[in-house]
């Protein structure tokens, strides 16, 4: 594959995304009103408790921290209307792993006798996107519901500018294992992020090209 058709790949991502950013900002800002409205509505003290209560419970797992573990886990539970939580039902989508996830499940069974009452089971379920990231590492906040920050291990993580670059670069290299890798950072940093997933869709389209030609 030649340099200008890896180029002309990498312009129209851009192009693309680009022409999509506002509607994905409007996608969060509607996302987040929607859980900041049920959470009003079901949590004692509403979304701003809920957030309060998570941030002052929940520990950024040392492990975590110091392998630079950031990324949005997004957490599906469901609370009936009597105000039982059931964490049979619960689901934390994109695990980031090294103890996050504990973390979070012991946040949710913690908060048993906080909920209000509701009369339709559409005000049930819930999901939550919850941001665990380090302090000055640079990352895409807008489409976390909570962003729980860490102090850095003593040295600073990498941003994801830095990825993005890197997949790029791999990209014109037509090193596409390394690029998917740095792909999968970032989805898993942030799982929204309908970018990242055409890139790795397109890297993963030439690497299958790239098998059929040898």
Not at 142 to 171: F, H, M
Not at 174 to 180: E, F, P, T, V
Not at 187 to 199: D, F, T
Request: contains cysteine.
């Amino acid at each position: 594959m030649s340099k200008i058709t890896v180029l002309l790949g990498t312009a129209l991502i851009f192009f693309s995304s680009l022409a999509s950013g506002q509607q994905e900002n409007t996608a969060a800002a509607s996302r987040f009103e929607n859980i900041k409205k049920l959470l009003d509505y079901r949590y004692k003290g509403g979304f701003f408790t809920f957030e309060k209560d998570f941030l002052e419970q929940v520990k950024y797992p040392d492990e975590a921290r110091k392998n630079c573990v950031i990324g949005i886990v997004i957490a599906s539970f469901y609370v009936d209307c009597d105000g039982n939580y059931n964490p049979m039902k619960t689901r934390l989508k994109n695990p980031l792993h090294f103890g996050i996830e504990q973390e979070i499940s012991k946040f949710l069974n913690s908060t048993q006798g906080h909920w209000n009452i509701c009369h339709d089971k559409k005000y049930t379920r819930f999901e939550i996107p919850i941001q665990f990231t380090m302090e000055g590492t640079v990352t895409n906040e807008d489409d976390a519901a909570i962003v729980l920050e860490g102090k850095n291990p003593g040295y600073a993580c990498t941003s994801d500018s830095v990825y993005l670059q890197r997949a790029i670069k791999y990209l014109k290299k037509n090193k596409m294992k390394k690029a998917a890798k740095n792909l999968g950072i970032l989805i898993q940093r942030n799982p929204y992020n309908n970018e990242y997933y055409e890139m790795l869709k397109k890297t993963i389209n030439r690497k299958k090209a790239k098998k059929e030609k040898k």
